[in-house]
Every structure is written in structure tokens, then in C-alpha cells.
């Protein structure tokens, strides 16, 4: 059973920086590629729905959504067992509630449902 554990969320300004992580337990996570994802406050929504962020393949590929390019990072610890997000310059439209999620797939898809694991997520809240 492949679990995923969230942290780093908290209140920064615009403009500032914070890392999120996410630990993944259970089976090696060699085997998986991760992806972020985020919805925003208030608004529970379906995984099929959430926002895809940035995922990091099996062979460390990375690859991001779009508009958060330049912005957005991630990056794998496969000794650790953690996927990090380092988000910069954050806006107050970056506020909301960031998920890991698994998938054993070589590479990450950009689609929700793709990803078997998610974990509970961690709150991110940017102040103007």
C-alpha cells in the first residue's frame, strides 16, 4: 500500500518562496512517477478536475504546467523518498491546496486521473 504524506504548506506574501514536500511510503518509489496538483480554497472538487502543477518521471524528467514555468520546481529524492515543489515569486492565485500524487507510469500524465496514490494535501495561501 503506497502512501503519500504532504508538508511545507503555511502563509507566505506574494513574492515569496516555500518548498513543499512529500514523503512516499510503502513500496520503493523508484518504481513511480509523482505530480502535484492543486485546487483552489472552498472548492472541493473531483481529481479529475484539480489543477495539474508539475510532475517528475521514473528517470527524473520534470515537466510543468504552463503558465507556472519558470516559477515552479521539482525535483526527486528516491533515497529519501521525497518529491519536493519549490514555488517562487508566488502569487495570491497560487493560494490553495496542493496534493502529491503516484503513479506507476513511466512518465507523469498531466490528468488526475492517471494517479492511483494521492495524499491529503497541505494548504498554501499567498497574501497580496
Known amino acids: 500500500q503506497v502512501q503519500l504524506v504532504e508538508s511545507g504548506g503555511g502563509l507566505v506574501q506574494a513574492g515569496g518562496s516555500l518548498q513543499l514536500s512529500c514523503v512516499h511510503s510503502?513500496?520503493?518509489?523508484?518504481?513511480?512517477?509523482l505530480a502535484w496538483f492543486r485546487q483552489p480554497p472552498g472548492q472541493e472538487r473531483e481529481i479529475s478536475e484539480r489543477?495539474?502543477?508539475?510532475?517528475?518521471?521514473?528517470?527524473?524528467?520534470?515537466f510543468y504546467a504552463d503558465s507556472l514555468k519558470g516559477r515552479f520546481s521539482i525535483a526527486r529524492d528516491n533515497f529519501k523518498s521525497t518529491v519536493y515543489l519549490q514555488m517562487d515569486d508566488l502569487k495570491p492565485e497560487d493560494t490553495g491546496v496542493y496534493y502529491c500524487a503516484a503513479t506507476q507510469s513511466a512518465g507523469p500524465s498531466q490528468t488526475g486521473t492517471a494517479f492511483r496514490w494521492w495524499g491529503q494535501g497541505t494548504q498554501v495561501t499567498v497574501s497580496s
Open positions: 489543477e495539474f502543477v508539475g510532475g517528475v518521471g521514473r528517470d527524473s524528467s520534470t
Open positions: 510503502g513500496r520503493t518509489m523508484r518504481a513511480y512517477s
